[in-house]
């Protein structure tokens, strides 16, 4: 398998939805602006152009004099300064927070913190603070999500949280690499370590309670620090490790949907004469993952590879690598543009213009911009001829879409969908609808997979 440099090179950089991520544009040194104090919990705003700003939510004081505020509309937070001891009918100073915040986020200082899930307050659940980081378990969703270095701000802070991945009892590990410990935390709080021991078995470690073996952590050894992985359960006996079979695992690994083991990650998705074609996941042990589109055992069309640290490379694939639009992540540096064979030929700058709906950010018409509509949808991505070419597009009820688009800013030929209630399909699509090869599964998990036509599934390859 064909993969660039600076694929490999990121599978040893080691970050959250994945595919959540949002890339900031420059503020131009402008991140304070003007507000009015109207009553004891009234106020208006202005937004960096003058406006005053309509659709603005409050958020928490956190112990302080300072009201911060979320402007629902471009998702700005703001810290109303001092707003409890200005006089009603005085000006303050709004200082931008955050930009670009997802509908899951935090906000903290060193007095407290508050966390909101779907523009939510969440009073409830439990977390548990490992490495500066929170692992938090909310019961109104039945998720955990992770609260990425919230106790690292020395002063007021706030950032996009990520739901980890799936996990039926919500029990997740870590491991630290330099001090080979582990963390095994579930529901929030970590577990009562006393009673368990551990054993190595290949790159993975065996948790036992009491001798018995409890919980399997795949591709520990291998692992960098701090990256949440959901736990593998086992019963009472000894497990057998399957790390090293090699072999086609389950369904059909010839001419349908299957699973295959390799002796460094594994391959699910839809095959064709034996090789990787349609809709697949490509996990590799202790390093990343690529879900995408495949054509004769090679990553070609769209897909995104996303290292075990949260590192992206996504965009338009060719013979493993990114070769036309795409975008890197690497840690908080974002770069975009065109690429050839895995390097940016062409970067294309992404900056505020300062205007809070139509394109807010970057180039709307042949290069990579942001695009928020007065009923809070937003599309980040690829323009061509000022229409959507291949992006994301996230709707208000916190729906998703990822992929590719027709001339009509249709969704069509290849991209994934996730549904704010937890549904998710990944493949083929035409003129807005799943047609083709592709893969969903419910917010419980029940899966259909094989050829669907205007969103009917007509044929099962499951």
Same mark, same amino acid.
């Given at each position: 398998?064909?993969?660039?440099?600076?694929?490999?090179?990121?599978?040893?950089?080691?970050?959250?939805?994945?595919?959540?991520?949002?890339?900031?544009?420059?503020?131009?040194?402008?991140?304070?602006?003007?507000?009015?104090?109207?009553?004891?919990?009234?106020?208006?705003?202005?937004?960096?152009?003058?406006?005053?700003?309509?659709?603005?939510?409050?958020?928490?004081?956190?112990?302080?004099?300072?009201?911060?505020?979320?402007?629902?509309?471009?998702?700005?937070?703001?810290?109303?300064?001092?707003?409890?001891?200005?006089?009603?009918?005085?000006?303050?100073?709004?200082?931008?927070?955050?930009?670009?915040? %997802?509908?899951? #986020?935090?906000? @903290? !200082?060193?007095?407290?913190?508050? *966390?909101?899930?779907? $523009? /939510? +307050?969440?009073?409830?659940?439990?977390?548990?603070?490992?490495?500066?980081?929170?692992?938090?378990?909310?019961?109104?969703?039945?998720?955990?999500?992770?609260?990425?270095?919230?106790?690292?701000?020395?002063?007021?802070?706030?950032?996009?949280?990520? %739901?980890?991945? #799936?996990?039926? @009892? !919500?029990?997740?590990?870590?491991? *630290?690499?330099?001090? $080979? /410990? +582990?963390?095994?935390?579930?529901?929030?709080?970590?577990?009562?370590?006393?009673?368990?021991?551990?054993?190595?078995?290949?790159?993975?470690?065996?948790?036992?309670?009491?001798?018995?073996?409890?919980?399997?952590?795949?591709?520990?050894?291998?692992? %960098?620090?701090?990256?949440?992985?959901?736990?593998?359960?086992?019963?009472?006996?000894?497990?057998? $490790? /399957?790390?090293?079979?090699?072999?086609?695992?389950?369904?059909?690994?010839?001419?349908?949907?299957?699973?295959?083991?390799?002796?460094?990650?594994?391959?699910?998705?839809?095959?064709?004469?034996?090789?990787?074609?349609?809709?697949?996941?490509?996990?590799?042990?202790?390093?990343?993952?690529?879900?995408?589109?495949?054509?004769?055992?090679?990553?070609?069309?769209?897909?995104?590879?996303?290292?075990?640290?949260?590192?992206?490379?996504?965009?338009?694939?060719?013979?493993?690598?990114?070769?036309?639009?795409?975008?890197?992540?690497?840690?908080?540096?974002?770069?975009?543009?065109?690429?050839?064979?895995?390097?940016?030929?062409?970067?294309?700058?992404?900056?505020?213009?300062?205007?809070?709906?139509?394109?807010?950010?970057?180039?709307?018409?042949?290069?990579?911009?942001?695009?928020?509509?007065?009923?809070?949808?937003?599309?980040?991505?690829?323009?061509?001829?000022?229409?959507?070419?291949?992006?994301?597009?996230?709707?208000?009820?916190?729906?998703?879409?990822?992929?590719?688009?027709?001339?009509?800013?249709?969704?069509?030929?290849?991209?994934?969908?996730?549904?704010?209630?937890?549904?998710?399909?990944?493949?083929?699509?035409?003129?807005?609808?799943?047609?083709?090869?592709?893969?969903?599964?419910?917010?419980?998990?029940?899966?259909?997979?094989?050829?669907?036509?205007?969103?009917?599934?007509?044929?099962?390859?499951?």
């Amino acid at each position: 398998m064909k993969i660039s440099v600076k694929l490999t090179v990121l599978f040893c950089i080691l970050v959250a939805t994945a595919f959540g991520q949002v890339p900031t544009p420059s503020q131009g040194g402008a991140t304070n602006t003007p507000y009015k104090k109207t009553g004891e919990m009234g106020y208006e705003v202005r937004s960096a152009n003058g406006e005053w700003l309509t659709n603005l939510m409050d958020l928490k004081f956190l112990k302080t004099s300072t009201l911060s505020v979320l402007d629902k509309t471009n998702r700005t937070i703001y810290l109303l300064e001092g707003f409890e001891d200005t006089p009603i009918g005085s000006m303050g100073n709004a200082k931008v927070l955050a930009t670009n915040v %997802a509908k899951d #986020f935090y906000i @903290t !200082n060193p007095n407290s913190f508050a *966390n909101y899930v779907n $523009d /939510t +307050y969440v009073s409830s659940g439990k977390f548990t603070n490992v490495n500066g980081s929170y692992v938090y378990y909310y019961p109104g969703t039945n998720k955990t999500y992770y609260l990425d270095g919230i106790r690292h701000f020395p002063d007021w802070g706030a950032k996009s949280t990520n %739901a980890l991945p #799936f996990s039926e @009892t !919500n029990t997740y590990w870590t491991r *630290n690499s330099e001090e $080979d /410990t +582990y963390h095994i935390i579930k529901e929030g709080k970590a577990l009562n370590y006393e009673s368990l021991t551990t054993e190595k078995s290949g790159n993975d470690l065996l948790v036992k309670d009491n001798g018995t073996y409890v919980y399997k952590l795949p591709g520990y050894y291998t692992t %960098a620090s701090y990256v949440y992985k959901p736990v593998e359960k086992y019963g009472s006996s000894t497990p057998t $490790d /399957t790390a090293t079979t090699e072999g086609c695992v389950r369904g059909n690994c010839q001419d349908g949907w299957g699973k295959y083991q390799y002796s460094g990650g594994y391959y699910d998705g839809f095959w064709v004469n034996g090789k990787k074609d349609g809709y697949g996941l490509y996990k590799w042990v202790g390093t990343g993952k690529y879900i995408g589109n495949w054509s004769s055992d090679q990553m070609n069309g769209y897909g995104i590879y996303i290292a075990d640290n949260e590192d992206n490379i996504a965009g338009w694939y060719s013979n493993g690598q990114l070769n036309g639009v795409g975008y890197t992540v690497t840690g908080d540096v974002w770069e975009q543009g065109l690429y050839v064979d895995g390097n940016l030929t062409t970067p294309y700058t992404y900056y505020s213009n300062e205007v809070d709906t139509g394109c807010t950010a970057g180039d709307c018409q042949n290069k990579y911009g942001k695009y928020v509509w007065s009923n809070g949808d937003t599309y980040i991505g690829f323009y061509k001829d000022g229409r959507m070419n291949l992006g994301t597009y996230t709707f208000a009820n916190g729906d998703k879409y990822s992929g590719t688009f027709n001339s009509e800013n249709q969704f069509d030929g290849f991209g994934r969908y996730f549904y704010e209630g937890g549904g998710y399909y990944g493949g083929e699509w035409k003129n807005g609808k799943y047609n083709g090869k592709g893969y969903y599964h419910s917010k419980d998990y029940e899966k259909q997979v094989g050829i669907w036509k205007d969103q009917t599934l007509v044929k099962n390859m499951e």
